[in-house]
């Protein structure tokens, strides 16, 4: 039986890893999360249901009232639950793969394609591993009553992590480090009541996750209970992973993922227009292929900003997502994106930033005035297995105006002034204190000597538009000061002591009958 006791963080983080170990050289590293988080899911939602039952049964004494869908979240059919998983000595893939398709059956359309695993297709994990695995999960109840949401969704989270360090660079396409993705949650707040939050490349949804929490912690912030999370992802086994995190950090009313290319297919439209939200936070694929053809007319009118009537290169994307973005942000939105360094100086994209820098929107719809309020340079090797250097790019409809026709730029990418990031064995990762200080900073708009400066657009029309940091920022290595006289003592010093040394040599010469 699972233990009734309630886990800490590191009891769960220690459990779930476990998952890997145990199936580890039967599936290849970068199946792990195909099996593992689905399976996690399903002990969640059937612990859930069993406690949720037995606590209604104890109320109304009765059965057909305990089991009415109306006193649960999610119905798992009693032949499925989790104890009935743990009876099978056999066919075991079969039997999860059956469990699977009951449960998305019984929670139509709320689980549509959440499991998409096949387990019969892994022929290594054989029925004792599987038997195995089942075991071991049964050590904790993972019921929401007994497990808080935020405890078993920080869990989740750090096993999605886990995941991704063990694909490596793969592993970045639907991982967003948790101190970048905390740094952007930061500069964003605080959140207004009822906030709609967007993430169209979502990955995992570990963005959305921890602007509601982040929320829920900053007393400044509205209510993350009438939040609206959004997102969209492309790859049909990485939404599955995103909706499941939803569910599990407890954000099933209020959030959604829907799958498709969020260029070549938006999802979240309404009356054949975009929907627009409060705040977008993205990390897209860098300089990825996008159809540049099949959108040259698109009926949303999201990429015909150049005067030339241009679009960004069909080999490379970054625009083409920014675009997107812009257009999905309503009135007073504001965006925290991240960014290859390339976004800010290639010189046949300043007809993109062009627009997002001129007083009057020029050409942006929906835009009428410069839109950039911000660009942090970050240090590189943050990503796994990726050392190109990247920013943040902070976007905002609504700047105030006393921030109008200006952009903050700030360079955090080295550690002259302050501890911004630290190395680790196979990457750098912001420290709390770095977090800080380009929070701090932001937020009081400040010009600080090697750190950050506030320009005016004037100043970056004058160099077109280039929105290089090392522009603006003196971001060389300070020189170390010299002490002149101090140098000049040491070379007397030296000097007598070279003169001690030739003395002492002309006499040994001498003896020798050198001359």
């Known amino acids: 039986m699972s233990s009734d006791t309630t886990p800490t963080l590191d009891d769960l983080d220690r459990y779930l890893f476990k998952c890997a170990d145990i199936i580890r050289n039967t599936v290849d590293k970068t199946d792990y999360k195909d099996y593992i988080l689905p399976l996690v899911f399903y002990k969640t939602i059937s612990d859930t249901y069993q406690d949720n039952y037995e606590e209604l049964l104890e109320e109304y004494d009765d059965p057909e009232i305990a089991s009415d869908e109306a006193f649960h979240d999610f119905v798992v059919p009693e032949e499925y ?98 101190h970048i993705t905390d740094l952007m949650v930061r500069l964003l707040g605080p959140y207004t009541d009822g906030a709609e939050i967007h993430d169209p490349t979502a990955g ?82 860098f300089s990825a292929d ?24 069909a080999d490379r994307g970054d625009y083409a997502f920014i675009m997107h973005m812009i257009a999905q942000l309503d009135e007073t939105g504001r965006a925290a994106i991240v960014i290859p360094h390339g976004v800010l100086f290639r010189r046949h994209e300043s007809k993109f930033r062009k627009p997002m820098l001129s007083p009057d929107g020029d050409g942006i719809p929906g835009v009428d005035h410069e839109i950039v309020e911000a660009v942090i340079g970050l240090p590189s090797n943050l990503f796994q297995n990726n050392s190109i250097p990247s920013a943040i790019l902070v976007l905002n409809k609504d700047k105030p105006v006393e921030r109008q026709g200006q952009v903050l730029f700030l360079h955090a990418g080295d550690n002259y002034v302050e501890q911004f990031y630290r190395e680790l064995s196979n990457q750098s990762e912001l420290t709390e204190q770095g977090l800080d200080h380009i929070v701090e900073n932001f937020r009081s708009w400040d010009t600080e000597e090697r750190v950050s400066r506030v320009v005016d657009v004037e100043e970056i029309a004058a160099n077109d538009y280039n929105l290089n940091i090392a522009l603006y920022v003196d971001t060389t290595e300070p020189r170390e000061e010299i002490d002149v006289a101090e140098e000049l003592a040491a070379l007397h010093d030296l000097r007598a002591e070279r003169d001690d040394l030739e003395a002492r040599m002309d006499q040994h010469m001498e003896v020798l009958g050198y001359e």
Do not use: C
């Not at 996008?290 to 005067?307: M, N, P, Q, T, V």
């Open 81 to 178: 639950r989790w104890e009935e998983l743990r009876k099978q000595n056999e066919r075991v893939d079969e039997f999860i793969n059956d469990a699977f398709s009951a449960l998305e059956r019984e929670n139509e359309p709320t689980l549509d394609g959440v499991f998409r695993a096949d387990f019969r297709r892994a022929d290594a994990l054989t029925d004792t591993k599987l038997a195995n695995l089942v075991e071991h999960l049964s050590t904790y109840n993972l019921s929401t009553h007994r497990v808080p949401p935020d405890l078993l969704g920080e869990a989740y989270m750090d096993l999605v992590r886990h995941f991704a360090d063990e694909e490596g660079r793969d592993g970045g396409e639907f991982f967003t480090p948790p």
């Open 290 to 313: 996008w159809d540049k053809d099949g959108l040259r007319d698109d009926k949303y009118g999201r990429f015909s900003w150049a005067e030339d009537g241009k679009l960004p290169r």
């Open 204 to 285: 995992s949804g570990g963005m959305l996750v921890r602007a509601a929490r982040y929320a829920a912690e900053d007393p400044d912030s509205g209510d993350p209970d009438g939040f609206r999370l959004t997102g969209q992802e492309v790859n049909p086994d990485i939404a599955a992973i995103a909706r499941m995190n939803l569910f599990i950090n407890g954000f099933s009313e209020d959030g959604e993922i829907r799958r498709e290319d969020s260029l070549s297919s938006p999802q979240f439209t309404e009356d054949g227009r975009l929907e627009t939200f409060d705040y977008v936070l993205a990390n897209f694929p």
